[in-house]
């Protein structure tokens, strides 16, 4: 929902939105709400579900996003933040990811609140105060030619 809102308030701007990670079974029914969601924006061409990613995937996918969306109330440690971080994305999330409470950044924008207003203002403030990531890129570049598998993703990842 964040992500139409967004995107209805930049008409002329092309975003993407990709979610990576397998869904919980016991939450099938989150999961299928959220792709009753995604068929129902009119920016569904733009939005990409990706599954689990792990090794040489996860790295490249990092390495291509913008900004991480982690909005989580329950989240006791914040891994898929921190690994943001190591990739030098810039992070939304709230003040209950443990791992995160005492960083204070340019490139952490948490919010109080879970909403799809407070999650796009997140968003918004991203795309209005560029700046110079603080966190050191520690990915190196890879030969990706002996990778075969999951071509459209490696071809997505690597071109700009």
Avoid: W
Wanted: hydrophobic share 35%; glycine share 4%; charged share 20%.
């Amino acid at each position: 929902n964040s992500f139409n809102l967004f995107c209805n308030l930049y008409p002329n701007k092309k975003f993407f939105f990709h979610i990576a990670g397998t869904p919980v079974k016991k939450n099938s029914q989150y999961y299928n709400n959220v792709k009753k969601c995604i068929n129902s924006s009119k920016f569904k061409n733009r939005i990409f579900i990706r599954g689990q990613l792990n090794g040489l995937d996860k790295k490249l996918f990092y390495t291509k996003m913008n900004l991480i969306l982690y909005p989580s109330k329950y989240e006791s440690f914040g891994l898929i933040a921190l690994e943001g971080i190591e990739y030098g994305c810039n992070i939304l999330t709230t003040f209950f990811i443990g791992a995160l409470e005492q960083i204070t950044s340019k490139n952490i924008y948490k919010i109080r609140k879970i909403s799809k207003e407070n999650i796009t203002k997140g968003m918004h403030y991203f795309l209005k105060n560029p700046h110079h990531n603080e966190f050191k890129k520690t990915i190196k570049k890879i030969n990706l030619s002996i990778y075969s598998n999951k071509e459209q993703l490696y071809k997505y990842l690597i071109n700009d």
